[in-house]
């Protein structure tokens, strides 16, 4: 009977030696799955991280990209009102280009060179002495002297408008030399085409 006892100490104390090495190893295993997991985890995480930190660059870029071009934009839009400020004048009953008529053209067609992506519209006007339909045909005149200009410098005809206003829109509206003067005139609209 003791030896029965004996036997049956033996196999608890093996049993239960059994299950401590059993489950040493299965918490064995699980820290080592959990590591593993959590490895994967802080793999995933930081390859989320660099995807997000590389997006976040792109919009970066691509603002700055943006801003770039409205600034270059709104220079282009300034440089092209300024040409406004530009009008040729003509002498009286004329539609002959002065020698500063051709420098004015000469810095217009340098700027649509550079800018294809641009036209021009030039408004022939007139003084309001004279008939109406000859004041229109004489400022059709002086445009298309300008556009012949703009022409020879190399601009293409497909980027040049012309229209005449003759007498209908004055620069000035008094009825004098000085008025009439700033009256006869060629005045440019630089617009893009996009």
């Not at 006892?5 to 093996?14: E, R, Y």
């Not at 593993?36 to 989320?48: C, L, R, V």
């Not at 270059?72 to 009286?92: T, V, Y």
């Not at 500063?100 to 007139?126: F, M, P, V, Y």
């Amino acid at each position: 009977m003791k030896r029965n006892s004996i036997i049956v100490v033996l196999l608890a104390l093996v049993c239960s030696l059994s299950l401590v090495f059993l489950s040493g190893c299965a918490t064995d295993q699980t820290v080592k799955s959990n590591t593993i997991k959590g490895d994967a985890n802080i793999s995933t995480m930081e390859t989320a991280k660099s995807k997000a930190e590389s997006v976040a660059l792109e919009e970066d870029t691509l603002k700055e990209a943006a801003l770039k071009a409205k600034r270059e934009q709104e220079r282009l839009m300034a440089e092209a009102a300024a040409f406004k400020e530009k009008d040729i004048h003509f002498d009286f009953d004329r539609y002959d280009l002065t020698s500063d008529a051709r420098k004015i053209l000469g810095e217009i067609a340098s700027w649509l060179s550079k800018q294809n992506g641009w036209e021009i519209t030039i408004q022939g006007h007139c003084d309001n002495r004279g008939t109406g339909e000859y004041n229109l045909a004489l400022g059709e005149r002086r445009a298309e002297t300008a556009k012949s200009y703009l022409m020879s410098l190399g601009i293409a005809e497909g980027r040049i408008d012309t229209i005449s206003y003759g007498e209908e829109m004055p620069l000035d509206p008094a009825n004098n030399e000085v008025a009439w003067a700033k009256n006869r005139r060629d005045h440019f609209l630089v617009v893009s085409k996009k």
